[in-house]
């Protein structure tokens, strides 16, 4: 097509129905491939911001409660060593004959397909981990390949899946790197609260060292802000200035700050399922089908 339209000269070739077809088809073609290689590849997220509790974790379940709820098959990875997400849907880190676990995937004591297991809710699995990868952690770091296992983890199963969630530490870490480098997508959920922004230039940094050095297809897929609470002005200003800096990336859905977001992991379930009519649980819903949106 180049060659043809050096001979033909740009303006010719732009107005030849020939040259205009075989355009439109090269289009269709990349079209339907990127279709296709979306369709048989998982949506990799890993949902980061190193200052801690701002709605990771509340996010990564509750998002993907709902992808899977919208017949996505959808993989949460724990790979935090608080294990919240895990606790959050109900498994008990700390029973006797636990099984692998995320920690055993960083050691590579076991094949990730041995520590995924079906949650209660349909399309919807769960990577569950324990305490004792922060002890995995330090373990690995004079080992080879340290930043890429969750990478060469995640490439085994992610044909199995439409979206992967992985649920990442409150620290710029090797387990964020990790993080980082297995997925397509860093999603960055922020609390609208003073200091919101802190530490996330920091992120950003990292975020292109690892572009740079080890995944250039990371992108940033969008800001999140949770907690928000219409009832004071302070969530509105923090909410501007993300839409300022994060401008088009900055997700229109905002998180309220909700009772029953709150109380839900004590429930072992996520809010959609423990009061799908609250204001949370509607939030998430909303956030859920934005982000289907952005990641067709
Ligand atoms: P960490 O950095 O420790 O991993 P985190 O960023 O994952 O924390 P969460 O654990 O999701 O944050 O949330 C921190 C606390 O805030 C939790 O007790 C959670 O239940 C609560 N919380 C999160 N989102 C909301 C919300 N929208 N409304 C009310 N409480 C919330
Ligand atoms: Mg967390």
């Known amino acids: 097509m180049f060659a043809l339209s050096k001979i033909l000269g740009e303006d ?8 205009v077809d075989y355009r439109k088809r090269i289009a269709c073609f990349f079209i339907s491939f990127r279709v296709i290689i979306l369709s048989i590849m998982a949506r990799i997220i890993c949902v980061t911001n190193q200052k801690g509790g701002v709605g990771k974790t509340t996010t990564a379940v509750n998002l993907s409660y709902y992808l899977a709820k ?8 724990d790979f935090d060593p608080q294990g919240n997400a895990t606790s959050g849907l109900g498994v008990e880190k700390n029973q006797d004959n636990f099984g692998p676990t995320m920690t055993d995937v960083l050691l590579k004591t076991a094949m990730i397909e041995s520590v995924i297991r079906p949650t209660k809710y349909k399309n919807f699995d769960l990577a569950p981990t324990t305490p004792e990868l922060a002890n995995a952690e330090v373990e690995i770091t004079t080992q080879p390949k340290k930043f890429t296992r969750l990478r060469d983890a995640v490439g085994r199963i992610e044909g199995n899946y439409d979206y992967i969630i992985i649920d990442l530490p409150p620290s710029l870490s090797l387990l964020t790197v990790n993080g980082m480098i297995a997925s397509r997508y860093l999603l960055l959920p922020v609390q609208t ?4 922004l802190e530490g996330v230039a920091q992120l950003l940094e990292s975020m292109k060292l690892v572009m740079k ?6 992108k940033l897929l969008g800001v999140l802000a949770t907690m928000y609470d219409k009832r004071t002005s302070l969530s509105a200003q923090v909410y501007n200035e993300i839409k300022k800096y994060f401008k088009q990336l900055t997700f229109k859905t905002t998180i309220p700050r909700n009772v029953r977001v709150a109380e839900a992991p004590s429930h072992g379930v996520p809010v959609g399922a423990y009061d799908k009519f609250s204001k949370g649980a509607k939030a998430y819903k909303e956030f859920t089908r934005e982000l289907e949106e952005r990641t067709k």
Not at 70 to 77: A, E, G, P, V
Not at 193 to 196: D, R, S
Not at 213 to 218: F, K, V
């Open 12 to 19: 010719k070739a732009r107005q030849d129905p020939l040259v």
């Open 70 to 77: 919208d017949k996505f098959r959808t993989l949460l990875i």
């Open 193 to 196: 609260e003073f200091y919101a």
């Open 213 to 218: 050095q080890a995944n250039p297809n990371l």
